[in-house]
Each structure stands twice: as C-alpha cells, then as structure tokens.
Nanobody, 120 residues
Framework: QVQVVESGGGLVQAGGSLRLSCAAS????????MGWYRQAPGKQRELVVR???????NYADSVKGRFTISRDNAKNTAFLQMNSLRPEDTAVYYC??????????????WGQGTQVTVSS
C-alpha cells in the first residue's frame, strides 16, 4: 500500500504565501507523476499542477506565474510554493501520486487534503 500525506495548509491574507508538502510512503517501487489538485466548496476537483519524474510540469492557467511545484525523487516528496495568493485560491488541496508498487502494478493515490483559506 501507498500512503500520501499533505501538510502546510492554513489561513493567509490575500497576497501572502504558503508552501504545501506532500510525502508518499509505503511499498513504492517508483513514482512517475505527482500533482496537486484542489476543490472549492460546491465545485469540482481541478488540476492545479503536476510534475513528471523528469521535471516536466503542467500548470493550470489560473496559477501560472504564482505557484511553483518541485519534487525530490529520492524522498518521494513534492512541494507547492504558492505566492500572491487570492481569495479564489481558497480550497482543499490534494496531492495525487502515480506510484508503481511493482514492475507491473501502478495506480494513483490521493492524500486526505489540506485546507487553504485566503482572506480578502
């Protein structure tokens, strides 16, 4: 099994910054893509950004230039640096990990989510 744990959420004023962390652990053979998604009240979960093992990234237009994803392949961790936060960034942020548990078994895993609240 693979466990995914996020941390770093909280309450911040508009214009402020937060750094989220995601750590994957368990029976991991390898991790390919790691990503951050978010879900605001009454809305569907949406992609914020994802990063491949090689470092290629895909950002949502709404966060380009403000958010930066990074990862440490050796530690199975990913980070999301969020700057210039806006009230519309308020949501529960989830880490998603595509993990191989053997040479033939792979699937994605989700963390429990961390709340980010941006006050105006």
């Amino acid at each position: 099994q693979v466990q995914v744990v996020e941390s770093g959420g909280g309450l911040v004023q508009a214009g402020g910054s937060l750094r989220l962390s995601c750590a994957a652990s368990g029976s991991i053979f390898s991790i390919s893509t790691m990503g951050w998604y978010r879900q605001a009240p009454g809305k569907q979960r949406e992609l914020v950004v994802r990063i491949t093992r090689g470092g290629s990234t895909n950002y949502a237009d709404s966060v380009k230039g403000r958010f930066t994803i990074s990862r440490d392949n050796a530690k199975n961790t990913a980070f999301l640096q969020m700057n210039s936060l806006r009230p519309e960034d308020t949501a529960v942020y989830y880490c998603n990990v595509w993990a191989w548990t053997s040479l033939s078994d792979a699937r994605d895993y989700w963390g429990q989510g961390t709340q980010v609240t941006v006050s105006s």
